[in-house]
């Protein structure tokens, strides 16, 4: 299509009117990349619209501009505003909701802390009473199994037939008290038997003597540890009886007569 | 009352672009009236007018990437925008506006052959630059610019042939631009 019969087809009025299809503007776009005159002419044909259209009989607001400018650059306006308002409402409620909600979560966060806290000071503590109560256990447990032992060799030495078993009489301050002695006729080992002795005055301790041919014999101090005291004495020969008397603390050399408490014969 | 470009259409597409409030003044100067004279020539009052007029330029500012330079120029599209808002704001009043124009129209078009009637170019809101512009192309003209009507449903309209309405609308649009040409003269 030449230029003029473009011009004269009235298809660039309809252009700028707006009445054109889409088929008809791509036409005119590639038209006015041929023939960029058709430009000048689209733009005189635009002009002249808009002059005519421009000669309106009702004079425009002179305050329209402003109010339309508010409202395209600032957001102060109020009227048709109402929209955004409704959503900036919609945002600062929902950030008072957040921050609501952060709130509620920060006082719940230091409530649980305090908590945890509480909760590690009593385990911390149950953790030592867990502790102590294993420590105890355990020495209880030793404690069984040491008095096991003991009893144990208690068992297997009394029940050898070659003890002999020698009761021990209270007397003055034990008068309430007895013991006993084991004695091995063999091997001659010789052993303290006796429960809830009272414990001696501080520096003092029960001291055993075995009378062979009528003189003492030091066969050791016994050491009150529990309430049944088993001890293994110092082997002795051909006793006729045994004896305690209290002695300083390590015994002495020769029993102090006035003090001897228990006493039995053989 | 004229106003020059001093923007090329593109640099005016591209200062839109950015939101450049010089882009709005620019396009309020020069393109207000001749928007206002179409929505006022289809609503009913001056301050239903205003108010498309205010809508109109918000959407062309909020909805400006639907526009694209490929289909058509800046001023069609914006003109679009005018009518379609002006028409959707009748509608929504529940004034058949439209039909109210179209009888008027044909009104003084039946009467175009008689005498012309300067109170029916008032009510459809256009200062008669008539004397030089003849009745029978201003109906076509108002018909096309400002209702929107292809030249096809103007010829069926008017029963003339679809030739008859092409060449009368390019002889009304040429009548038009030597009047603007004139006005730069004076």
Redesign the interface.
Known sequence: MKEHEVISSGLLESYVLGTTTVEENELVRDLCIKHPSLTDEIELIEEALINYSAQTITPLNKELKNKISDKLFSNTNTETEIIPITKTDKTIRLYKLGIAASIVFFITSIAYIFYLQDNLHISEVNSIEIINAKISAEEKVYEQQQSLNALESKLQILSDPKIKTVGLKGMNSLASNSALIHWNTESDAVYFNASKLPATAAGKQYQLWAIVDGKPIDIGVIDLVNDTTFQKMKSVKGAQSFAVTIEKAGGAIAPTMDTMCLLGNV | ???K?TYNQDELINLIRQRN?KA??FL?D?????????I??IVSS?EE??DV??NT??KI?NNFESYEE????L???M??IA?NLAIDSTRSKHEKIKSKIQSTTDTVYQKNNLYVDDTAH?SI???A?LGTLKEEHKII?DL???E????EEISKKLNLPLGTV??K??QA?LT??D??KK?FLQ
């Open positions: 009352m004229t106003k470009i409030q709005f003044t309020y020069n393109y207000s009236k001749a928007l206002f004279g179409v006022n020539s001056q007018a205003e007029l205010q330029f918000v500012w490929s289909k058509g120029r001023y069609t599209w003109l679009n009518r008032e809101g256009i200062r630059i003209i096309a610019y400002f929107g009507y292809t030249q092409k060449t609308v390019r649009i038009l631009r009047l603007t006005e």
